[in-house]
């Protein structure tokens, strides 16, 4: 019905008796009930609610490096004079990695992750939960 119908019809139950209310007074109460349902609506929409709890799925838009990256040759490389590597440890430099969601070094970029809100496994100074906020928007407000 709406809080405002809502907070009406508990008045006029609780204010009839054998005597059905006049139209003044009906009138009356239908304002003090749209009143009394404007005053929870505003003090609703002055607070910020949190989040306890939530889990969702992380789109990554891009990763990247800020330098290159030593990377280990296999003993099956053949050296220029005809030998098989012996040491292959950080014989090859990869250069600074720019992976897209899109046109990427090596193509399209897939990463799945979840963001987490309450109890998670990030260290709490790294996941800004102090700046997540749930707030009551007018426009989403059903049965005024």
């Known amino acids: 019905?709406?809080?405002?119908?809502?907070?009406?019809?508990?008045?006029?139950?609780s204010m009839e008796s054998d005597t059905p209310l006049d139209d003044v007074q009906?009138?009356?109460?239908?304002?003090?009930?749209?009143?009394?349902a404007n005053a929870v609506i505003d003090f609703l929409k002055k607070q910020t609610f949190t989040i306890t709890e939530m889990k969702s799925i992380l789109e990554v838009e891009e990763i990247s490096t800020t330098?290159?990256?030593?990377?280990?040759?296999?003993?099956?490389v053949t050296t220029a004079v005809?030998?098989?590597?012996?040491?292959?440890?950080?014989?090859v430099v990869v250069p600074s990695i720019s992976l897209?969601?899109?046109?990427?070094?090596?193509?399209?970029?897939?990463a799945v992750g979840y963001a987490y809100v309450g109890r998670n496994?990030?260290?709490?100074?790294?996941?800004?939960?102090?700046?997540?906020?749930?707030?009551?928007?007018d426009e989403n407000i059903i049965g005024r």
């Open 1 to 13: 019905m709406g809080l405002t119908n809502d907070i009406y019809e508990v008045m006029k139950t």
């Open 26 to 36: 009906d009138n009356n109460l239908y304002n003090v009930s749209e009143g009394i």
């Open 67 to 76: 330098g290159p990256i030593q990377a280990d040759v296999l003993p099956t």
């Open 82 to 91: 005809g030998g098989n590597v012996v040491q292959g440890k950080n014989g």
């Open 100 to 110: 897209k969601k899109f046109g990427g070094q090596g193509g399209a970029m897939k």
């Open 121 to 137: 496994p990030v260290d709490s100074e790294e996941s800004n939960e102090d700046l997540t906020k749930v707030k009551l928007l």
